[in-house]
């Protein structure tokens, strides 16, 4: 032990700080490649374009718009059964209650099942399950809603990103004063009054807040729909619920693993990926600042 | 009139607690109905698991085809079928129920590669000696359903990720929470939200292309997509897990900690390693067990970055392919409710059994620490 304390505390702060450093150094090498690499590629026709010859040439339209049908058929599923979820946890039953507690812990579970498990259920219930029982009963086993689909994988991707619009909206109740909740029953407003007209307007930014976190995530996440839903190309936009549909992140995968030349689409990779990118990113830098938003009203 | 609102609100107020249990209820459908779907299993001829089943589709190389193009060495799976070198493997749920049956067991299923019709006629034992096996080859004429080389690929690639993220995240969370000024703390915070909003295709696709050839090149690797590459992906998606959690639980250490030990006339630097550290230990435990389930459970950067090879060996250079993986690659190309599609639903099964675990465990430490931090505050 001749080692001088000295050196000892500076190589502490050394490792720790170089980890910190290191892990910032990590997202901007990350995001810069993919900005080098995809810059050049995004012009206006190939955000608008369709794959061409062979998904060699072209650009990602259908996938962009099947993306945003996805996230926009999950939000209509989700946000909704979240924000009520949030609501009956933090109007309706106390911290302690049973039935807060069992919503709670499947809440945790619900945030921890890896997405590929949810791609299973989508696939056993949804697909298997109510599409195949569908079918049978309506269209006398015609597949018709027993195979994999945009709301099927919609519904799917729902439920995995149920768990951040639970977390997100409760966060925005739990900053509502107190005092209103009291006047407003005072003034002889019922419980349901109270929440539709005090509660919820002052939970507006929660709701948004958890709405583009869990489109950010569902925009994000591959594994769920890769049996949904997901198509490797389509020459035609979905034009309803039982079509399939081309996405952004199912892109990526395709086309730098099964393309037919990978090395010459490496453009359109880095490309598709920087255009995902900038979607997350835009979107959790508005969750970001709605919720820094948020925190300033919940200081005053 | 004001009667009949009351009525109305009443409804509501049920509707609104029905729904309110609607994820309790996703959490019993998904477990009844990924479950129902691998039930077959234990009903399950071996015969139809070991061979004689016709061949599952024409399109089920391109399963392999990712992997293909790199090398794929499926075919060498033999040579490195040792199966001894996996304790760990026995741990998981399935596995226990087999403890009976003797690793000797695990043999006889990995006797020749391009199968031939000897090994219909073989004794196939139990069902479960076939899924223990050492060869998972899904598709072809005697498809083979070890899932050992999985689950070993997967334990791979995690221990290397937690190997790497548990001490980047911890001591990055332990710098930015003790000695850095607060700023960085604050500046800190959007940089992890960014890392953790990277979609993990996006890290896949940045290990497939960037860090594969980086790595190959540095090791000097005969393969370009191997578990090393897999696990350093996966690191990055696991890091900002581990920071936020392990940030949460210092900054919840007590402040007087901090300055009864610095009174005490030990160093900063002792004081954040000796007493800051070790009570927020239980928290980060968390954090790495949560890491730890994260990395088993993620799908696309393995998929991507990792080669999908099923083999059984213990080199951490040589492709691997995980349990998500499989499932991920060879689900869209299965016919429903064969043994295939059954076996990736007992995979499904199993993902579902570790992450759930992992997380009650997690939950208990959280939780003791909370105790922990209300218990020292009163």
Not at chain 1, 214 to 221: C, L
Not at chain 2, 111 to 127: F, Q, R, W
Not at chain 2, 264 to 269: E, Q, V
Not at chain 2, 346 to 357: N, Q
Request: proline letters at 6%; hydrophobic letters at 50%; charged letters at 10%.
């Amino acid at each position: 032990m001749n080692i001088p304390k000295k050196w000892v505390g500076r190589g502490v702060a050394l490792v720790t700080g170089g980890s910190a450093i290191a892990t910032v150094v990590l997202v901007l090498v990350v995001i810069g490649i993919v900005v080098q690499g995809g810059w050049g590629h995004l012009t206006r026709d190939f955000l608008l374009g369709s794959p061409e010859q062979g998904m060699t040439k072209g650009g990602i339209f259908p996938a962009i718009f099947g993306t945003f049908l996805l996230v926009t058929l999950m939000s209509l599923a989700g946000v909704p059964v979240g924000t009520i979820t949030a609501i009956y946890l933090n109007e309706y039953v106390g911290q302690q209650s049973k039935a807060g507690r069992a919503i709670r812990f499947a809440v945790n579970t619900l945030a921890g099942i890896p997405a590929i498990v949810f791609g299973l259920f989508g696939l056993g219930f949804f697909i298997n399950f109510v599409g195949g029982g569908a079918d049978k009963v309506l269209y006398g086993g015609a597949l018709h809603w027993g195979q994999p689909n945009i709301l099927w994988a919609s519904l799917t991707m729902a439920l995995l990103t149920l768990p951040v619009v639970i977390v997100s909206v409760e966060e925005a109740i739990k900053t509502v004063p107190r005092e209103l909740r009291e006047g407003s029953l005072a003034l002889g407003a019922t419980r349901l009054e109270t929440i539709w007209k005090v509660v919820l307007p002052q939970s507006m930014t929660g709701i948004l807040t958890g709405a583009i976190l869990a489109i950010s995530r569902g925009a994000g996440e591959v594994a769920p729909i890769l049996f949904t839903g997901a198509a490797y190309f389509l020459p035609n936009l979905p034009d309803g619920l039982t079509d399939q549909f081309m996405e952004l992140g199912y892109h990526i995968y395709i086309m730098s693993t099964q393309s037919v030349d990978v090395e010459a689409t490496k453009p359109i990779q880095f490309a598709t990926t920087l255009v995902l990118l900038i979607l997350t990113f835009t979107l959790n830098f508005s969750a970001i600042f709605l919720r820094w938003h948020l925190r300033g009203r919940a200081l005053r | 009139m004001k009667r009949r609102i009351r009525i109305g609100e009443f409804l509501i107020e049920k509707g609104i607690a029905t729904v309110a249990f609607a994820s309790l209820g996703a959490i019993v459908l998904i477990f009844l109905f990924v479950f129902r779907e691998a039930m077959p299993i234990f009903a399950m001829a071996p015969e139809s698991l070991s061979g004689g089943h016709e061949s599952i589709s024409a399109t089920g190389a391109a399963t392999v085809g990712v992997s293909a193009s790199y090398g794929d060495p499926v075919g060498e799976a033999e040579s490195y079928g040792d199966p001894v070198g996996e304790p760990e493997t026995y741990g998981d749920p399935p596995a226990d129920t087999s403890r009976s049956g003797s690793p000797a067991a695990i043999d006889p299923a990995a006797p020749t590669t391009p199968p031939t019709p000897s090994t219909t006629g073989e004794p196939a034992g139990s069902v479960l000696s076939q899924i223990l096996s050492g060869n998972w080859q899904p598709v072809g004429d005697h498809p083979k359903f070890g899932i050992l080389p999985l689950v070993a690929g997967s334990i791979k690639v995690a221990l290397i990720a937690i190997l790497i993220a548990a001490p980047v995240g911890v001591f990055a969370a332990l710098f930015t929470s003790t000695f850095a000024p607060r700023w960085a703390k604050e500046a800190m915070k959007p940089i992890i939200e960014i890392m953790a909003g990277i979609p993990s295709v996006v890290i896949g696709f940045f290990a497939l292309t960037i860090l594969a050839s980086l790595v190959q090149t540095v090791f000097g690797l005969d393969y370009r997509l191997n578990a090393l590459v897999g696990g350093i992906a996966m690191s990055m998606a696991v890091i900002p897990l581990i920071y936020t959690l392990s940030e949460d639980s210092l900054s919840a250490v007590p402040k007087h900690f901090t300055e009864g030990s610095l009174a005490l006339g030990a160093p900063l630097w002792e004081t954040n390693l000796r007493v800051v550290l070790p009570a927020a230990i239980p928290g980060i435990f968390a954090g790495v067990l949560l890491g730890l389930g994260r990395a088993i459970g993620e799908t696309m950067i393995v998929l991507m970055a990792t080669g999908n090879a099923a083999l059984l060996s213990p080199s951490l250079v040589e492709p691997v392919r995980t349990v998500s993986a499989s499932i991920g690659a060879e689900m869209a190309e299965v016919v429903f409710g064969d043994p295939h599609y059954v076996m990736l639903f007992v995979l499904g099964s199993l993902l579902f059994c570790i992450s759930f675990a992992l997380n009650a465990v997690a939950e208990i430490f959280i939780r003791q620490r909370l105790m922990a931090k209300f218990g020292g505050a009163s």
